[in-house]
């Protein structure tokens, strides 16, 4: 058994860490890219994009993130493309991510008054425009909340990518438990360090909603 100090389990845990953010924030960004290509598709009245995005949205929201990292991971390599566990991991949480954040987007965008839509629709705006420059940025502040919230979520998904070899905190605390017998020691500092990256995030979204309620 290899002797590991505190100090050299918690310095490998971090280094870790360090790759459990960047996933979030890459899969965070990409997603809400795509994710705001898709309102624009759920809300445009067009029937075809409307069908294509309830399904996109019912398979990634209806099935296992788990199952969705395998699929990128193993299936994309039957077409004879390599695949790495970054990149798989990147793909899955950015198509996962996407499909909750159109959905938390199109409620934000529905509960803006029917008038909105209505006085914009008289100043001949085209669809567009209308969502660019009169609905979404009132639909936006009542977003802010959830997407902050939902972030939490998108962070403790990364931590499905350890189960295809991606080295993430998750992955990391297993490695170092196998390596020190250790694992009261190394999963509580896991449970820690997860808890010091979300709750600040929880907190920060209660505050938000806090005070959107207050200005309403």
């Known amino acids: 058994m290899l002797q590991f100090s505190f100090w050299d389990i918690l310095s490998n845990l971090l280094i870790a860490t360090q790759w459990t953010i960047v996933l979030s924030l890459i899969a965070f960004f990409c997603g809400g890219i795509v994710g705001l290509v898709l309102l624009f598709m759920r809300t445009s009245r067009i029937a075809p994009l409307e069908w294509f995005t309830k399904i996109y949205i019912e398979f990634f929201q209806g099935t296992p993130l788990l199952m969705q990292l395998f699929l990128f991971f193993f299936g994309i390599a039957l077409f004879g493309v390599e695949v790495s566990p970054w990149m798989a991991a990147t793909l899955a949480l950015t198509f996962w991510t996407s499909a909750f954040l159109t959905e938390i987007w199109r409620g934000c965008v529905e509960a803006i008054p029917k008038g909105q839509w209505e006085a914009s629709s008289s100043l001949a705006l085209s669809y567009i425009e209308q969502m660019r420059y009169v609905i979404l940025p009132q639909a936006s502040r009542i977003a802010v909340a959830p997407t902050v919230g939902f972030s939490v979520q998108v962070i403790k998904g990364t931590a499905l990518a350890s189960i295809i070899g991606f080295v993430e905190l998750t992955k990391a605390g297993t490695m170092l438990n196998n390596a020190t ?36």
């Open 181 to 216: 017998f250790r694992p009261f020691l190394v999963y509580s500092l896991v449970a820690l360090i997860y808890f010091c990256l979300c709750f600040p995030l929880s907190w920060w979204a209660k505050k938000i909603e806090g005070r959107l309620n207050v200005a309403r």
